[in-house]
């Protein structure tokens, strides 16, 4: 037992606790690796060892989250928290926490999360230390990632993934690794509501934050991570839809994205998509997916497919928009979009023949389509 006492002793110092930290995670790796199925058959020794490490633990990252946050109305000790994240750097501390995060109780479990997340933001002499420290172990953030499988820890773990991706150098390393970024498209269709959201959060993130990265990432990336997109938006689950749909329309709009926008609405099959979309049962479901059919009509430069799809079916479409949620008469926006459309779609002309107007357009029906 000497060597438990040596690591469960008074006040420390923050080199200190952080080094006390790494030797009480060396006594639960050493179990969990030696019986990693509930530890049935560890002896007695083991048991008690793993238990006291757990709740020592607990305690030390009170302190730990002390030097970080202050305590009170005490201002954190920029000498203390510089000396913490040293030798967090030197013990590895962020990827165990990550590794073993499930081994702990859950007030542990949530200090350290934080401790996580506050270390990452840390700026010494104008660096990120820690940040770097993440890039070079790339490995923590696809444990964060694939740890969306494990639902007592999949929410600590996306806060965690999320702080991370805040920074462009680490957002850069999971979006340079597809195989371990399309994992996401599993988990925001998960049945479970609650992990499931926060990995759209964490989708969301990705693709929304740093608008330079991602615009390059699906130029190059286009057809693949628009084909496990198509996948969420014939989700059977309304939630995953519904999001999906909104967010494919913020990433269509956003003007870092013109060129991915030009390319989406210039395919047949996602305007084929959109126009079944619009009669979905659920009215969210049909408006979201209003707001994406309306770039591809709008678009003053459209593909000779996506015009011929838009003429042959241009009469169901207009009748169909004419009655299309005319309880919105306070929505003068929505009001407006919808005559536009339907002026816009009326002066489309035969692909294939001299131009026409839209009283002496004919009709051409498409069973598949509105």
Do not use: W
Not at 4 to 19: D, Y
Not at 83 to 92: S, V
Not at 109 to 137: C, F, S, W
Not at 200 to 221: G, M, V, Y
């Amino acid at each position: 037992m000497s060597s438990l006492r040596r690591i469960f002793s008074s006040k420390k110092s923050p080199t200190e606790l952080v080094h006390t930290c790494a030797d009480c995670y060396k006594v639960i790796s050493k179990i969990v690796y030696d019986d990693p199925h509930g530890y049935q058959q560890s002896s007695k020794y083991q048991k008690f060892a793993n238990v006291q490490s757990v709740e020592e633990l607990g305690r030390l990252f009170q302190q730990i989250k002390a030097i970080l946050y202050g305590e009170g109305e005490v201002e954190p000790k920029k000498t203390d928290v510089q000396e913490a994240a040293k030798e967090a750097n030197n013990t590895n501390l962020l990827q165990t926490i990550v590794q073993y995060l499930e081994h702990l109780d859950f007030e542990a479990r949530k200090d350290a999360a934080q401790i996580y997340n506050n270390m990452l933001k840390l700026t010494i002499g104008g660096k990120l230390p820690m940040v770097e420290y993440v890039h070079e172990n790339k490995d923590i953030l696809y444990m964060l990632m694939s740890f969306y499988e494990r639902t007592e820890i999949a929410l600590l773990c996306g806060s965690m993934l999320r702080e991370s991706l805040k920074h462009e150098l680490l957002a850069k390393d999971m979006l340079n690794n597809t195989e371990q970024l399309y994992k996401i498209f599993n988990y925001v269709d998960l049945s479970h509501f609650e992990v499931a959201s926060d990995a759209f959060a964490t989708f969301k993130e990705i693709l929304s934050r740093h608008k330079p990265l991602i615009s390059e990432f699906l130029d190059h990336n286009f057809d693949s991570f628009f084909l496990r997109y198509t996948k969420l938006l014939k989700s059977d689950n309304y939630v995953t839809k519904r999001q999906s749909l909104r967010l494919l329309g913020e990433i269509l709009l956003d003007r870092s994205n013109f060129n991915i926008m030009k390319r989406y609405i210039n395919k047949k099959d996602n305007l084929k998509l959109m126009m079944n979309l619009l009669l979905d049962k659920r009215k969210n479901i049909q408006i979201e997916a209003f707001h994406v059919f309306k770039v591809f009509v709008a678009n003053p430069n459209k593909d000779p497919e996506v015009v011929e799809i838009l003429y042959n079916n241009k009469v169901k479409i207009v009748k169909f928009l004419k009655t299309f949620h005319e309880d919105k008469t306070e929505d003068e926006q929505f009001i407006e979009e919808k005559a536009l459309l339907i002026s816009k779609i009326n002066n489309i002309s035969d692909p294939h023949g001299p131009p026409q107007t839209a009283d002496n357009t004919p009709s051409h029906e498409d069973e598949d389509l509105i």
